[in-house]
């Protein structure tokens, strides 16, 4: 009989709407073969706040799910037994806050802390350089990092409390060698920082090396995929070897999760994605030496926005398709003995070594994020790659070649594209104020004095946490206390001031701008603004750095703005355009209340564009409320929306005139 390899951990990542909807969500999944869960969070979760923060408004529920206590916590896994699941939550800086709220309810369903199986992600350098959900700077964020390490080595010894996340950094713009010394450096340094602590000293030390898992991505280059993941085992092997002085097979083992790469996923034809998500599987399955130990596909409509269950089943499926219905898992690597596999490899290996030893030579990773050299290096990369779509350089099937297309009836009726209900938001609210209003206030102000004392003296936050979370302690309240000894932390956008002249096609859009600005009396400008909590900076810093190389002034400040100070900047800056990007679903309140500021202000005559995932009736709405222009995925053509801006701003001053 054939022996076959246990196959990987199959996931789908899933949340949204309330605690409530995803529970049933997570059982239906588990119910058609799904091993393990992957949990979303929303955006006020995973920055710290509450859901009726100033911050949260059109947030909640978006783009995961809101957890403000234990009481959602609860919710969340009812019926779903902890100590016989493994669990994956990307959650970064609030990542000591949300694996306290599971111990917590995992202590309430009797579960044995020593058997609780997961991930937490947990890796706060690439929230700085590409999702943006970092709170702390990054000094007391590493610490809080290791906290998790240090405690969980010690009382979760089957819980990997970091994923080294590169997955994000591909969908910043990361080339190959970029991603594989980028994640590399930033393991490099949460080592060090363990190192350093001197709590974990020894044999510990090797177990905490032993713990660290890696999160990666796959793009639609699949041979240069598996090699990049080749690659990584290899690289990863040196580190523990020549810097740690590991040895144990086992502790240096390259583990390691995927998701596939969702940035290359098109709202043109969408349907292709399907085949896009199977070849980019293949990539991090068909070699054994570098095979993912858990894989979570996108959906094929992720371009168009929330997946619905027959769409989140479509992917699962899939997994289960190649693992048991091909024979991949009977044979050893295929790979093994090829040359031009080998050679390929050893080219990354020699590139990414040269990048790392560039990062060390700054101080480190920390360094290399507060010097703002690694989100540059990843702004360049993603406009060099977008520069390549538009010339044609870069073939992407339905998008800039074989545009022509039959009506999908996959994306047409009614529920094609799963919403987050209106009243999503006010029921959530209502359930945490009433919690507040239920708890024990004196255990709350007790627990969150602990938790104080505990950061302001260095100690360790997990305990403390894990008592906040017991007395009712909201994810709002654990933020706040801990903004209150750390800061709070903006990081570099990476978006340079000087224009480049190489960029192609330009010259006639420079021609307009150089017009329209003679007609203004000066410079056209541009306001990029990113109004709520999405972190998802890349395309907001491609319009600003396009339009600066069209000769606008740019203003662009990063992430995670209030309608509010947007406004007020296009007020104080005196420009003539405002850009909205938003790519968490929460367009509608957000433009809204923008446009209703903006009128307030007597700014009725400075156009404002807006882009982000925006399905037609809700562009619709927008340009309802006075938008001048909206753009989606399918709006790849840098170049043609900097002409329209310009015409825009054109039209508007002459209306004013």
């Known amino acids: ?314 992917s699962l499926r899939m997994q289960q398709v190649v693992a048991y219905e091909t024979d991949l898992l009977e044979y050893g690597d295929i790979f093994d003995g090829s040359t031009e596999i080998a050679k390929k490899v050893e080219e990354l290996k020699a590139e990414a070594r040269e990048e790392l030893a560039r990062i060390e030579g700054m101080g480190g990773a920390v360094a290399a994020i507060e010097n703002s050299y690694m989100k540059q290096q990843l702004v360049e990369s993603n406009t060099r790659r977008l520069e390549a779509i538009e010339r044609g350089d870069q073939v992407v099937v339905g998008v800039n070649r074989w545009t022509e297309s039959e009506p999908s009836p996959l994306t047409t009726g009614e529920g094609a594209i799963l919403t987050v209900p209106e009243g999503v938001e006010a029921e959530q609210i209502a359930r945490l104020q009433a919690w507040r209003e239920a708890r024990d206030a004196k255990a709350v102000d007790a627990a969150l004095a602990a938790l104080k004392s505990a950061a302001q003296e260095g100690r360790n936050i997990m305990e403390p946490s894990i008592v906040c979370a017991k007395a009712g302690v909201t994810t709002g309240e654990w933020g706040t206390c801990l903004r209150e000894v750390f800061g709070e932390y903006r990081a570099p956008t990476g978006v340079g001031r000087a224009a480049r002249v190489d960029t192609q096609g330009l010259e006639e859009v420079r021609k307009n701008v150089d017009a329209v600005s003679e007609k203004l009396g000066r410079r056209i400008k541009f306001l990029v603004g990113k109004p709520g909590l999405d972190g998802h900076s890349n395309g907001a810093e491609q319009i600003a750095v396009r339009a600066r190389d069209c000769g606008m002034e740019v203003v662009y400040e990063g992430i995670r703005l209030t309608p509010a100070e947007i406004v007020n900047a296009a007020l104080e800056e005196g420009v003539h355009v405002v850009g909205l990007s938003i790519l968490s679903g929460s367009h509608v309140p957000l433009v809204r209340d923008v446009m209703e500021r903006m009128r307030a202000e007597g700014l009725s005559d400075v156009p404002v564009v807006v882009g982000g995932i925006i399905p037609p009736e809700d562009e619709a709405q927008l340009k309802g409320f006075g938008v001048a222009a909206v753009y989606t995925p399918k709006n790849f053509e840098l170049n043609r929306i900097m002409a329209d801006i310009v015409t825009i701003v054109d039209r508007e001053a002459q209306k004013a005139a």
């Not at 016989?84 to 694996?99: D, K, Q």
């Not at 030390?205 to 990584?232: D, H, L, P, Q, Y």
């Open 1 to 314: 009989m054939v022996v076959r390899d246990k196959p990987w951990l199959f996931r789908t990542y899933a949340g949204h709407s309330t605690a409530a909807e995803s529970n049933k969500l997570y059982r239906s999944n588990l119910s058609k073969g799904q091993t393990g869960l992957s949990v979303a969070f929303d955006l006020p979760t995973q920055t710290g706040y509450d859901s009726d923060h100033p911050l949260a408004r059109g947030e909640v529920g978006k783009v995961g799910v809101p957890i403000s206590h234990l009481g959602d916590m609860r919710t969340l896994f009812q019926g779903i037994p902890l100590a016989e699941m493994n669990t994956s939550m990307t959650i970064n800086a609030c990542a000591a806050w949300l694996l306290s709220l599971y111990i917590a309810t995992a202590d309430e369903q009797g579960a044995d802390r020593s058997k609780l199986q997961g991930t937490t992600q947990n890796d706060i350098i690439k929230e700085y350089l590409s999702r943006g959900t970092y709170v702390f700077p990054p000094a007391p964020s590493m610490r809080l990092t290791k906290d998790t390490i240090i405690f969980t080595t010690e009382h979760l010894p089957r819980w990997n409390p970091m994923n080294v996340c590169s997955y994000h950094l591909q969908e910043a713009g990361a080339t190959p060698v970029q991603e594989l010394a980028f994640a590399l450096a930033n393991a490099i340094a949460i080592l060090d920082t363990v190192k350093k602590s001197g709590e974990a000293e020894g044999a510990v030390f090797g177990e905490v090396v032993g713990r660290i898992s890696f999160f990666v991505n796959a793009g639609m280059r699949f041979i240069t995929e598996m090699c990049k993941m080749r690659a990584f085992v290899d690289l990863w092997d040196e580190i523990c070897v020549n810097r740690y002085g590991i040895t144990d097979a086992k502790q240096k083992l390259f583990r390691y999760g995927v998701q596939v790469n969702s940035l290359g996923l098109t709202e043109q034809q969408p349907e292709n994605n399907v085949y896009r998500i199977l070849l980019e599987m293949l990539a991090v399955t068909l070699s054994k030496k570098a095979r993912a130990r858990a894989v979570q596909l996108p959906a094929w409509n992720e371009a168009l926005g929330l997946p619905r269950s027959f769409d989140q089943q479509w």
